[in-house]
């Protein structure tokens, strides 16, 4: 059928298409794998434990990729399974798998098999597991640093850090630009937020990421734009604040997350979409949960950092058919849940943050430990065998009264409504909690519109 013959709600089934699916045998093969590991390697096993007992996450979760030895008889399984080559690190013998969420898997000199675990920064993982005699490879915020940290029946279990890199192994003959890191980073920390126009605030955040990228690259620049979101949305977040304590006891910090939510208002979308496709970010399917949910999002994901961001906006069903991440969306006076939170706390790349971060976690295990220590969660949104997705109860901000009376005098909330949101503030930010099984890449359209429209601030 031509597109120009094509319905509205045709062109939208079309773009909006899902286009992940659970990948089960590539699941069982990293399972074996690391089952196996962990049945050999004492110090993996006690990990393993632990992460479950106080952090609510599993290891398989926190897998940054496998090593395993030339003539390993697991090898030739992984063509079987779905794994393709990897050709991203010149000179290594590696592969991937385009269709889900899986570690990668390299070749090395050596008989036994590697373990390489993910963490923000390997001397806070050295410190909390209290191991002072492990050597680290790679200089101090490098692209890659590593540290072995145990060796046990022809399991050796790695502590891997990763800053804007694919790579394997640390360079070790590259000088590190510690100052031109300190000075970026310290640049997007305290990014100034608060603008009368926000088009001036996303200019001004592209200077910054101009002069990082110029010193640093983009996969770095990007690496320490997010580190500093992270930072300022968990400022904003109790829920955030307790969970990253406990990960950060075993020394893990944020490498679990899955991804980062941005909402936009429709005037300020396309600002949104060019600074991150300037950071190198690449736009994956669109969402667009159906006429009467009045919103739509692009899910868009950097290819070497793994930072994914679901970026939401108000939106009409005409609009999800045309290239809505580049092409400015007309004003509109009506207000969608998207839109009223921009109005009420202000763009999440500027003065609210993030809407929330979601990590991959033991779904039932943390929402029972956070709900010991009084942080309750709602309802799930998503409970499928593959995909388990649920908010923590959202934060309640104060709203500026300028803010309230400019939607007043404007007449898109009642006076009710003000009132509500001058004496009670109004629903702000969340962190999510994720279980993904099978590799499943994708996202459950039909629970996301159930959980935007709960989280709308005039139903509180």
């Known amino acids: 059928m031509a597109a120009a013959s094509q319905s509205t709600d045709e062109r939208i089934s079309a773009l909006t298409a899902h286009t992940w699916s659970p990948q089960p045998a590539p ?9 196996d590991a962990v049945q050999k390697n004492s110090f993996l096993a006690s990990l393993r434990r632990r992460m479950f007992e106080q952090t609510g996450t599993r ?44 570690p990668r898997v390299r070749v090395h000199v050596g008989k036994s098999r590697q ?9 806070d993982f050295l410190a909390a597991q209290n191991l ?13 640093r590593r540290a072995r940290v145990a060796h046990e029946n022809g399991i050796e279990v790695w502590a891997l850090e990763r800053h804007g890199s694919l790579a394997f192994e640390p360079a070790l003959d590259k000088v590190v630009p510690l100052d031109a890191i300190a000075k970026h980073s310290e640049a997007f920390q305290q990014r100034r937020r608060e603008f009368d126009d926000a088009a001036d605030g996303f200019s001004f955040a592209g200077q910054l990421a101009n002069a990082a990228i110029a010193e640093l690259g983009r996969d770095r620049t990007c690496e320490l734009f997010f580190a500093a979101e992270r930072d300022y949305w968990q400022r904003r977040n109790r829920a955030g604040k307790i969970q990253r304590a406990r990960q950060e006891k075993l020394g893990l910090g944020w490498a679990n997350h899955d991804h980062h939510t941005y909402r936009s208002s429709r005037a300020q979308f396309t600002r949104l979409i060019a600074f991150l496709e300037k950071l190198g970010f690449q736009l994956r399917e669109r969402f667009y949960a159906g006429r009467e949910a009045g919103w739509g999002a692009q899910v868009i994901e950097h290819p070497v950092t793994g930072v994914t961001i679901f970026a939401d906006v108000d939106m009409s069903p005409d609009e999800v058919s045309q290239d809505f991440s580049h092409e400015p969306l007309p004003p509109r006076e ?7 939170w921009c109005e009420l706390h202000g763009e999440a790349f500027l003065q609210a943050g993030m809407h929330h971060l979601e990590c991959q976690f033991d779904f039932n295990a943390t929402r029972d430990q956070l709900d010991a220590v009084e942080i309750m969660t709602m309802p799930p949104f998503t409970d499928l065998p593959y995909l388990r997705q649920a908010f923590t109860k959202g934060d ?14 404007a007449k898109r909330i009642t006076p009710e409504q003000a009132q509500q949101f001058l004496s009670n503030g109004a629903i702000g930010s969340h962190l999510e909690i994720l279980q993904r099984d099978d590799g499943y890449k994708g996202f459950n359209q039909r629970g996301i ?12």
Do not use: C, M
């Open 132 to 144: 002072r005699n492990a050597a680290i490879q790679g200089a101090d915020l490098a692209n890659v």
């Open 115 to 123: 373990v390489f675990l993910k963490v923000e920064a390997v001397a």
């Open 27 to 35: 699941a069982k093969w990293v399972h074996g794998v690391l089952e």
């Open 59 to 102: 290891l398989l979760d926190w897998i940054d990729h496998f090593a395993l030895p030339v003539n390993d008889v697991a090898l030739a399984e992984l063509n079987q399974v779905g794994y393709e080559l990897d050709t991203a690190v010149p000179k290594v013998r590696a592969w991937k798998h385009s269709l889900g969420l899986f």
């Open 449 to 460: 519109n159930e959980i935007i429209s709960a989280t709308d601030p005039r139903r509180a």
């Open 334 to 340: 009506e207000l969608g849940t998207v839109g009223l």
């Open 396 to 409: 309640i901000w104060p709203v500026n009264p300028q803010r309230v009376e400019r939607l007043l005098a």
